[in-house]
């Protein structure tokens, strides 16, 4: 079989061609913090909160592919800058008081803050005040909580075959919409099948009915899904 050899925080490493360099690292248990990747489905490069630097450049380590030779650097001091930055961004741009929050202790946004250490904000805060969307019987879209990952829109596209979600508008107005932004719960093409629930990395969307602290999420869903589909 061919290989590649590449270095990774100074450890030669061997890896297939093709791979992403987030798929080599975590192969060899090198830890990167990641938010819109999801083991199953395609990655898009929306939170950059997985950059790596390569020859001095910074880059998603989940969009970009491990070439031979190369030499990734995981855990500079540039490198934590940048991805408390973002981090504090993505804080700042929503509504994130986990206090209030029926995902807090269950939410991949809380555990990134608490990784890279963030304990404050110190970038000024935009307070949205976008309408929830609690029409869908059973579940609800805060889109104040929502860090526009996409894994709702792709899980729902490259797992349940729906297309009920995507994306509208640019910049600080875009947002997640159902069925060209009808109400959830007037949107045809849903079968309310809960996977973007699941998927959801944050307190966006939940079960209706969860209090503060009580929705837990099965983020490994979407793996064992299309696990099982690869295979049959
Ligand atoms: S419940 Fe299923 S079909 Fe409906 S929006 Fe979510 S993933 Fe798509
Ligand atoms: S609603 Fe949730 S899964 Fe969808 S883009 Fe927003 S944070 Fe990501
Ligand atoms: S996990 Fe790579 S850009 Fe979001």
């Given at each position: ?7 990774i ?86 509504n994130?008081v ?10 991949e ?33 805060d ?11 792709r ?9 009920t ?68």
């Open positions: 079989m061919e290989t590649i050899t590449l270095t925080d100074g450890r030669t490493i061997t890896a297939a061609p093709g791979q992403s360099i987030l798929e080599v690292a975590e192969a060899n248990g090198i830890r990167i913090p990641t938010l819109c990747h999801l083991e199953g489905l395609s990655d898009v490069g929306a939170c950059r909160l997985c950059i790596v630097e390569v020859a001095g450049q910074l880059v998603p380590s989940c969009t970009t592919q491990a070439v031979d030779g190369a030499d990734i650097k995981t855990q500079t001091d540039t490198i934590k800058v940048h991805r408390r930055m973002i981090l504090e961004l993505l804080f700042a741009e929503g994130h986990c206090s209030f929050c029926a995902s807090s202790g269950g939410c946004l809380q555990d990134l803050a608490c990784e890279l250490e963030m304990h404050s904000v110190t970038v000024p805060y935009s307070y949205p005040r976008n309408r929830i969307d609690a029409t869908h019987p059973w579940f609800l879209i889109r104040d909580r929502c860090v526009l990952c996409g894994r709702c829109v899980t729902c596209a490259e797992v349940e075959g729906a297309h979600w995507g994306f509208a508008e640019r910049g600080s107005s875009a947002r997640v919409i159902t069925d060209l932004a009808a109400d959830w719960g007037e949107a045809e093409s849903c079968t309310s099948c809960g996977k973007c629930v699941e998927v959801c990395p944050t307190g966006a969307i939940v079960l209706k009915g969860a209090s503060n602290a009580e929705m837990r999420k099965d983020s490994d869903l979407v793996a064992r899904l299309t696990e099982r589909r690869d295979h049959e």
